[in-house]
């Protein structure tokens, strides 16, 4: 019996890429049901149904508020044993690689992870992947059921196909070892401006930057273009910037109209997580970067004395 897709919630609404998966999902098979589980997550559960639920199954438990991964494994290997599904798609994200990668455990199914496309061949679902560091796409399949799949961050966007999904409660059990972690606290990160999933414009710092106060003169820029900055890996985990703003293939997936690529050389793990930008634009002292590869424009120079000189072009050009 067909496809279940979990639907992950933040903050009162349901997670677009989850959203992406479900359409997805809908696009392939007439029978999907999905899965929202949290607190006060019941009104949600209905908003399924226009990107293609046919039923979506409520966890509405104060036991699920808090986003840990073993009591949502509890529910999701509850179901799948009385609804016998087939395939169980997530979009990836922190909380739900660790459900996934549970889920997995818990009922000795096969994951693949990554994935990038789905599609039907002959009947059978096989999932897209990159490999070999994103150098080739490969197809991936199962070897029995259920199916399980983490589709990379924004893969696919949500399409409202405008049906309707009939709620059904689930009673929700937590096994004791399930309870044994607890969140202590949970904060939000300060920002200004839009999220780099958000933004139009991003303006991206690497090593080139040469230390990280240095990111202070992409901050200027990303303000005066009405940006947001993001980063490498290699920044990232030098903990020059934070990692909510690391792009690539273990990073988020961007598309703003604009991207301006500071000091990257453009490693295909970079690359992979930026190259659908409207126009690249590339910043760089050795002309031989690979960046310059699939730049739309390069300007090959010291950005310590450039990204001051582009903010106040801008700046004068807006009239501020
Ligand atoms: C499994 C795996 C996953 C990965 N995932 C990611 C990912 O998600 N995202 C990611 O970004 N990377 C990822 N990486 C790392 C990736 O391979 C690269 O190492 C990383 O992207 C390099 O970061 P960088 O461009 O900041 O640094 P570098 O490669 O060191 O490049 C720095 C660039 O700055 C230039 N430069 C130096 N000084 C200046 C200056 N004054 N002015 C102008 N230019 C200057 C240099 O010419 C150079 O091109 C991953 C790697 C692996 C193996």
């Known amino acids: 019996m067909g496809t279940l897709v979990y639907l992950e919630d933040h903050e009162g609404e349901l997670v677009p890429g989850s959203l992406g998966v479900l359409s997805k999902a809908a696009q392939l098979d007439d029978d999907v049901a999905a899965v929202v589980c949290g607190a006060g997550v019941k009104e949600l559960a209905a908003q399924a ?167 202070a003169l992409l901050e200027e820029l990303a303000k005066a273009l009405g940006g947001a900055v993001a980063a490498t890996r290699a920044v990232v985990d030098a903990g020059w910037y934070p990692y909510a703003t690391q792009v690539g293939q273990t990073g988020r997936n961007v598309s703003p109209k604009l991207y301006v690529a500071c000091g990257i050389s453009g490693a295909i793990q970079h690359k992979v997580g930026m190259q659908s930008s409207g126009t690249i634009v590339a910043i760089n002292k050795d002309t031989n970067a690979p960046i310059f590869e699939y730049a739309d424009l390069g300007v090959v120079g010291d950005l310590h004395e450039i990204v001051p000189k582009l903010t106040d072009l801008v700046r004068e050009r807006r009239g501020a």
């Open 49 to 215: 149904g226009r990107f293609g639920a046919g039923k979506v199954y409520a966890a509405d438990d104060p036991a699920l508020e808090a986003p840990l991964p073993q009591p949502r494994v509890d529910v999701l290997a509850a179901l799948v044993g009385e609804q016998g599904f087939d395939t169980v798609l997530f979009a990836a994200s922190v909380l739900t690689a660790d459900v996934a990668a549970g889920l997995a455990a818990r009922l000795g199914a096969g994951l693949n992870w990554d994935l990038v496309d789905l599609e039907l061949r002959d009947g059978a679902l096989v999932g897209k992947r990159a490999a070999l560091q994103d150098s080739v796409y490969v197809d991936v399949g199962w070897k029995g059921e259920p199916r399980l799949a983490l589709v990379r961050a924004g893969t696919f966007e949500p399409a409202e196909s405008g049906g309707e999904a009939e709620v059904q409660d689930l009673a929700v059990e937590i096994q004791d070892f399930s309870k044994r972690a607890v969140m202590v606290e949970r904060a939000h990160a300060e920002s200004e401006g839009p999220s780099i999933e958000d933004a139009d414009v991003i303006v991206a710092g690497g090593r080139g930057l040469g230390e990280p106060d240095k990111f």
